[in-house]
């Protein structure tokens, strides 16, 4: 009840801040707008200004009050007034869009339909990039100061995985990566294992669930194991008299990413496994988005590509572009296109270097290859040695967004589930490049091209894209 109350407080300060920024934004461009201050008038507004008589602060008072309560409405139902840690700073952003879309749409129909002509048009785009600026800056400023208290172990909960197999393993990877979450991992229960596992010790078997429960002061479980369904349903009971809770972990490694919707058949819970894909309307808004991204980007970026051109034939000989073969949509091979980073003829010494491969599947990694030159170790960790991509997207073999695409030699050892990876268009960037680049597993980028596929929306494309933007600037995990 203590915890609950808190939570209370906190929501009703958010909508006070809320409010406090939702008048700012409303109230200064129309001060700006008609103010007897020339100067004012002309800095916000440079248009010839039209004075109104004092009564028209009376409709925009009207439509001000009645647009803030629908802001605070629809943030209050997007849950933006609770702190889920889990919602990145993006996805809360594009949350806060919706709702004042959604409440500036409302308002614009009332000014419509009652006819409050005196409204100005300008002043109401003002106030739209008003509310969008104020009410998405405070949130990220608070999601950052949350964050950083909750990753030093400010009210954090203790977390119990049950079972320490493969789906147990990634479970304290994911809580090792995602410290923001307040989620502090305390160790595994397992029958088969003793001593440590993935960096935390196995603090027992299931038989001393309750006694392990008491003595760490778990808060929350999470059980990998739901085959076990008999002990599951022990375990389940123990949690509920303990009054701690309990998650139970699908284990979905071997069934492939598909979409997963919660159902019930008569009082009998069910787990739903489809397969969403793509539409026409989808790939048709995914390919425009795509031509003209990269017919403006390719613009941009000719003179930088054109310097960096001209620093490959200085620095090494051999020519500026890198051509391959790769698969594209459903094995198409293509041309594909990079600004070269390794020594003339680096692709012969392949099989030389063979034993050195630090990855787990088909593809052939080296952290510190010697094949790279001095210029192409900078060009890789800020991933410019990828620009001339744009071109692939331009021409169709490529998008923007999507799984990267394999040479023909490792799709000939991929399994048959990983196929599916090949039935849309190879991209640009991908989910695995903004969860850990190359650090990553050739299993989990599998995961996570899947994943993508079954999932895809455009405002994924969108988050994908400016997460790579910041996963290149720190140069992390590219080699």
Sequence with gaps: MKAFGSRKKISILYVFIDVFFIALSFYIPYILRYSENPFLRHLAFPEKWVRLSEWALGP?????FFWGFL??????????YRTVRGLSYLDETVLVGKAIFL?????AGAVFFLQIKIYSRLVFAVNVASLMVTLSC???LKRYLVRRRVARGFNNLHVLIVGAGKVGRSLARELTRNRYLGLEMMGFLDDS??????????????????????QKFIDEVLISIPSERNLVSRLIMSARKLGIGIQVVPDLLSLGMEGIRAGYLGPIPLLEYYGKGLHKADLLLKRSFDIVVSTLALIMIFPLMLIIGLLIKITSPGPVFYVSRRCGKKGKVFKFYKLRTMVKDADRMREELRHLDETDGPVFKIRKDPRVTGL????????????PQLWNVLKGDMSLVGP????????????????????IRPGMTCLWQVKGRSDLSFREWMKLDLFYIENWSFWLDIKILFLTFLAVFRGKGAY
């Design 60 to 64: 925009y008072t009207v439509v001000f």
């Design 71 to 80: 802001c605070v409405i629809f943030l209050s139902h997007y849950n933006l």
């Design 103 to 107: 409440a500036s749409l409302s308002a």
């Design 138 to 140: 405070w949130r990220i």
């Design 193 to 214: 294992e003793q001593g440590e596992v993935a960096g935390y010790p196995v603090l027992g078997s299931c038989p001393d669930f309750e006694k392990i429960v008491r």
């Design 376 to 387: 192409g170790r900078f060009l890789r960790r800020y991933s410019l040695d990828e620009l």
């Design 404 to 423: 990267r695409p394999p040479t023909p030699e490792e799709v000939e050892e991929y399994h048959d589930w990983q196929l599916k990876r090949l039935e």
